[in-house]
């Protein structure tokens, strides 16, 4: 192995254990947001009806749960756009790696990329949803990318690398054949 | 809902989660034979040769996070045996071989035996246990016929 693991700038790859530590954060964050938006407007029973059916759009905007989804919905977004200055990137690479030995390999940056992406596209989805009203969309999708930050940081398991393919066959991602 | 509820729900919620990490994780190490109706040709996959006793037919993509892994995992077992060869196809610009083989998550390792006949299909990123101990099955009944 060549000796490039503290070079940031020429390095090949990144730590894997960086993309680990991150989920770990956002499991936590997700399911922190998850019981703030099971306890606040997004289930609530109003007059009659939901809740949220009576709520302006402020007063949807203004709870606890879509406040802490839409931080995390942001920092998903600039862990896509630009992953090295990502903030629990940097807290990983000045605080947690140099207390770890130095990696023994080191990953690919575009999957954990692909998987911020796709955080970013289920809790904004439940963000949107939860604007128009629509009741539980705030807690199932962050329920949902609990699971799956949960799965990557506990188990190594990456729901995002399972679902690039399935895209891909449906035409979502990725270039067509070439034969 | 009230404080118990989200509670209870959150719990469930943990109870599941982690209840689907063992389960995928057991999963992954778990061979499934398949039927021998499948004889891979290796050119199609844009290789030259088939291993002389086994191959280790792995599926990638550019966007998997544990294909390095298995494929430093497969590529070692590979070098110690004699006759067996570590094939890593990546599917990602070529959707027809993932359909072909019925790919649906990568990584896929496939283990073909002498003639190129498919017999095991792992999931996932299985230990080097479980693939060795497969690739010895495999290799051992292809010397008996």
Known sequence: ?179 | MSLTDATLVLAALLAATIGLGGWLRWQQNRPRRVDPDEVVEPQRLGADALGERATLLQFSTEMCARCPGVHRTLGAIAAEREGVLHLDIDLTHRPDIAKHFHVLQTPTTLILDRDGVVQTRFGGTPSRSAVELELTRVAAEGAHV
């Not at chain 1, 990318?145 to 991602?173: D, E, H, M, T």
């Open chain 1, 1 to 179: 192995m060549s000796d490039t693991t503290h070079t940031s700038g020429a390095r090949k790859g990144i730590d894997p254990r960086g993309p680990r530590f991150v989920a770990s954060i956002t499991a936590v964050l997700l399911l922190v947001a998850t019981y703030l938006a099971l306890t606040g407007l997004s289930t609530a029973r109003g007059s009659g009806g939901w809740a949220i059916d009576e709520a302006t759009l402020a007063e949807r905007a203004a709870t606890p749960g879509f406040v802490l989804l839409l931080i995390i919905a942001l920092l998903f977004l600039w862990a896509v756009v630009s992953p090295r200055t990502a903030p629990w990137a940097v807290l990983f690479r000045r605080v947690v790696q140099p207390r770890l030995q130095p990696p023994t390999e080191l990953e690919d940056p575009r999957p954990p990329r692909f998987a911020q992406g796709v955080g970013l596209f289920v809790t904004g989805i439940g963000l949107v949803l939860h604007l128009l009203g629509v009741p539980w969309a705030l807690p199932i999708a962050a329920g949902m990318a609990f699971v799956a930050a949960f799965l990557n940081a506990v188990f190594g398991l990456c729901l995002g690398c399972q679902l690039y393919l399935v895209l891909q066959r449906v035409g979502v991602v990725g270039r067509p054949a070439a034969v």
